[in-house]
């Protein structure tokens, strides 16, 4: 008992005086001399300490290893906190050697100089030397006799940040956790667990990377080396944050796993080597059969995506997955690569060559192709939203090519398929796809024509054998044929299709099953025919050109109650500018022809301008109503699909409707607020109610749903009205008018149509209206306005106005007056005359009074000289006041003793 607590105490005593010693100046100077000569680069420690129970420990705080000044000034390796086991033996020998090496949360900067040098290729500490007679060591001569040996270095969460020359990589690798331990006098052993991580960059599942392997401990570039990399659970989104820093949108898993081995050709007795050779890579196979250097990497890499698709699209079980397989040698310093096999693969294509990289310039072999469309189609839905389940593509592509350089170009190249067919969602006919055949024939590439065709049987779309004598012979009809070239020297190429259609909703059908519906907010079913080219030119983009003829088809078009009945149509495309010309199109009530043009913005992120001229026959306010106003039928798109459909429906034309219904869900106010045209447009005659204008012409801009038609000319009743009208139709559509009258004959005024053959004489005057609502009672209900009238050489035949006033009788006969003028103004309905003056010789007759829009009359009128009408004082005398309906008024006599009154007809 008393020698176990002896031992006890001394233990205690051994573990006090030792934790004493090595804080001691001299004792850290002599441990950071070993530390230095161990790590073979200068080493700073803030403080020691150390421990004999359990096991002899030196721990040390705050250490930094510098860097070699050749890499920079910044440090090389840093920890928290380092911990070295030491060895008793070594102590009772007298030499001072360190066992396993812990660092604690440590910081490492790998260096690449301009030479292509790395600053931990001298790091490793060498092993001591051994017999002459010995195995052939690779790496930098032993170091001498005294030195220090690492047997193995440990560390937990640590980072590993690069550099080239003196500029910080983004790059790094965080929780690196694993042990580097030498296994053979100069190999040492790998097994890392890392993160990688990018700055200024949020990453949620960049993976867990695992390194197995040895390399060499001391120069020759590490080598010999050999390894194996798996990176697993990481995302497409952090992949691409990760080398491109930033999100491109694409979602999906990744997994890598890559082994190579560099300097030691064959071994394969271990983890490593067995993985490369079950890999298929030995020197024979990675370097074609050439002997490899020993500074050559035998590699095999093979890298797999799955559930690919778009960030805001549901992940689904058909998203397309994809695999690569690399297998070669490499050699880094000459910058070179040959990999003897390359394998693209997804679960129904493949395509498989060889890489060659000599300097940049990569040389790609595809030695043969096979790609399935159902594959594209699924790389399609995976990132095209819309796109509907039902559509199915069948068709098999073979090709060869090679390609060299960076961008790749493509130096030869051939492709052939013999067909498929395309089953497309809420079409009863199938589609036929043509043979096609094509390839690089000298410096251009050239597809020979495909035919597309609408129902009949596949032999409509003859093979390659058969197909010049056949199918290009035969007129399209339901049907179209596409050709592509492109001159490669140029840089520019095109595709062209010719088609003829009979139902142009079909093709809207197709177009919205692929998620690229063309119609927004309008639908078309008709005929068409044409031919469209698409050209292409770098730097300058796409364009497109043709033209494309529409006959005796609707038009349906969100917000108007009605079908437009299109005679014929073109669309004309010239290069990026559109075209509309219309040759006869029955809508609002009468035939339209003229034109609609596109002016291309010169910013790309602004709408497109539009220019339009359209001529129209005779058109009425009351169809206008009808067609766009408010009495819009509840039902009328459901008509729309009725009769687009053919009236009966099977359960695939009941799957076109729904679609239809949604590219025509689009609002009437939506689709009028992106319009952004100017133009001008006239109709031969223009009636609203009874008011009849001919030869009406206007001229204004129509953008974010405002009107602006700032020269507005017609004739009407024998003269000339010109003005402006001014509307905006959002939030509530309000009107502002302002009209110029010349000429008009009163005889042909429609306000006084049953007496309107008594009067003669010529009317001029201006007027300002407003009003807003929807509808032709609200519109009606809120128009005000005021304005002047002039009035030229009246005469009114019925009545004898100065002796009806003079003798309070009604007197037939006429009166005349030599001129006129007035104000009105109009609120509520009603019609206010304001001191009507009509000048007749020597005696003047002043109007006052209302007139409403239900022909209720109240005019007080007055006879008198001029000189007591212009007095403005009280009249002598009788005044003649006219009451009830225009069509038969009563009519009273009012003077300073009596009053007598009598009902009268109109005259």
């Not at 129970?53 to 890499?71: C, H, K, M, Y």
């Not at 004489?761 to 209206?769: E, K, R």
């Amino acid at each position: 008992m008393k020698v176990a607590i002896g031992v006890l105490a001394l233990v205690v005593l051994a573990q006090f005086a030792v934790g004493l010693l090595v804080r001691t100046r001299r004792v850290h100077a002599y441990l950071i001399a070993h530390l230095e000569r161990a790590f073979g680069r200068p080493v700073e420690v803030r403080r020691f300490d150390a421990q004999v129970f359990p096991s002899l420990r030196l721990d040390a705080d705050g250490v930094t290893i510098a860097e070699d000044p050749a890499f920079g000034n910044e440090y090389f390796l840093r920890a928290e906190k380092l911990s070295a086991g030491l060895r008793w033996a070594g102590l009772l020998r007298g030499h001072f050697d360190f066992g396993t090496l812990s660092l604690s949360r440590p910081s490492l900067i790998l260096v690449r100089s301009a030479q292509g040098r790395w600053n931990l290729e001298d790091w490793l500490p060498p092993a001591k030397s051994g017999s002459p007679a010995g195995p052939r060591i690779y790496g930098p001569p032993a170091a001498a006799e005294g030195a220090n040996r690492l047997e193995r270095i440990e560390f937990d969460d640590g980072r590993v940040n690069f550099k080239t020359g003196q500029d910080k990589r983004p790059f790094a690798f965080i929780a690196v956790s694993g042990s580097v331990e030498q296994i053979s006098p100069g190999r040492w052993q790998l097994q890392l667990e890392a993160q990688p991580w990018r700055s200024g960059v949020a990453l949620q599942s960049a993976g867990t990377l695992q390194i197995r392997g040895d390399i060499a401990g001391t120069s020759a570039r590490l080598q010999p080396a050999r390894f194996a990399v798996h990176w697993s659970e990481a995302s497409l989104a952090d992949l691409l944050r990760l080398f491109r820093g930033q999100d491109y949108g694409v979602r999906g898993s990744f997994t890598l796993d890559a082994v190579a081995q560099s300097g030691v050709p064959g071994a394969g007795d271990d983890s490593v080597g067995g993985a490369l050779q079950a890999a298929g890579v030995t020197n024979a196979s990675a370097g074609g059969g050439a002997k490899n250097l020993p500074s050559d990497w035998i590699f095999s890499l093979e890298a797999r995506a799955a559930r690919v698709h778009r960030w805001d699209l549901t992940e689904r079980a058909d998203n397309p997955r994809v695999g690569l397989r690399i297998a070669g040698s490499a050699n880094i310093a000459a910058r070179t690569l040959e990999a003897s096999e390359v394998a693209l693969t997804s679960p129904a294509s493949n395509l498989r060559g060889t890489l060659q990289v000599a300097g940049m310039t990569p040389e790609l072999h595809v030695d043969s192709a096979g790609i399935q469309a159902g594959d594209l189609l699924a790389w399609w839905r995976a990132f095209e939203p819309g796109v509907e389940e039902g559509l199915v593509v069948e068709q098999y592509f073979t090709g060869s090519a090679i390609l060299r350089g960076w961008p790749p170009s493509i130096e030869q190249l051939a492709f052939s398929s013999n067909g498929g067919s395309a089953k497309i969602p809420g079409v009863a006919e199938p589609f036929w796809i043509g043979a096609l055949r094509g390839g690089r024939e000298r410096d251009k590439l050239v597809m020979e024509p495909v035919r597309l065709q609408l129902g009949g049987e596949r032999s409509a779309v003859s093979p390659i054998a058969k197909r010049r004598s056949t199918a290009l012979s035969t007129p399209l009809h339901d049907a179209a044929e596409l050709t592509a070239s492109e001159d490669f020297n140029a840089h520019e190429g095109g595709a062209v299709l010719e088609a003829q259609v009979e139902k142009i909703a079909t093709v809207l059908r197709a177009a919205a099953a692929i998620g690229r519906p063309i119609n927004h907010g309008w639908d078309l079913d008709g005929r068409a025919l044409g031919s469209v080219q698409w050209d292409w030119h770098r730097p300058r983009g796409q364009r497109w050109s043709g033209k494309i003829v529409v006959s005796k088809a609707r038009l349906a078009v969100a917000g108007l109650n009605q079908q437009l009945q299109v005679g014929n149509a073109a669309c004309v495309l010239d290069h990026g500018r559109h075209s509309v010309l219309l040759g006869a199109v029955e809508g609002f009530g009468t035939t339209w022809n003229g034109a609609i043009r596109e002016n291309p913005p010169a910013d790309s992120n602004t709408e497109a301008h539009w220019s339009f001229s359209l001529h129209g026959g005779e058109l009425n306010a009351a169809d206008i109503d009808r067609w766009a106003g408010s009495r819009a039928r509840p039902s009328w798109l459901s008509t729309l699909l009725s009769s687009l459909s053919g009236g009966s429906r099977n359960s695939a034309q009941d799957g076109a409707a729904r679609n239809l219904s949604v590219a025509t869900s689009v609002s009437g106010s939506e689709l009028l607020r992106q319009v952004d045209a100017e133009g001008d447009v006239s109709v031969e005659r223009l009636t609203i109610e009874k008011l009849k204008l001919e030869n009406v012409r206007a001229t204004g801009r129509l953008h974010g749903l405002q009107l602006e038609a700032g020269d507005v000319s017609a004739q009407w009743a024998g003269g000339k009205v010109h003005g402006t009208l001014n509307a905006r139709f959002s939030p509530r559509p309000i009107y502002d008018v302002m009209a110029q009258l010349e000429g008009a004959n009163l005889a042909q005024l429609p306000a006084m149509e049953n007496i309107s053959e008594r009067w003669s004489g010529t009317a001029s005057g201006s007027m300002h209206l407003t009003t807003e609502g929807v509808g032709r009672v609200e519109l009606l209900q809120n128009l005000t306005g005021q304005g002047k009238i002039t009035l030229r050489n009246i005469e009114f035949r019925g009545w004898d106005v100065g002796a009806m006033v003079a003798e309070s009788a009604v007197r037939a006969g006429s009166t005349s007056w030599g001129s006129g003028s007035g104000a009105f103004a109009l609120q509520h309905r009603t019609v206010q005359l304001e001191n009507l003056r009509l000048n007749g010789g020597t005696e003047s007759t002043l109007i006052n009074g209302t007139i409403d829009f239900a022909r209720q009359v109240d005019l007080s009128i007055a006879v008198a000289d001029g000189t007591r009408l212009a007095s403005r004082g009280p009249l002598a005398g009788r005044t003649l006041r006219i009451s009830g309906l225009l069509d038969a008024p009563t009519v009273k006599f009012e003077g300073a003793t009596a009053s007598d009154s009598a009902s009268v007809a109109a005259p």
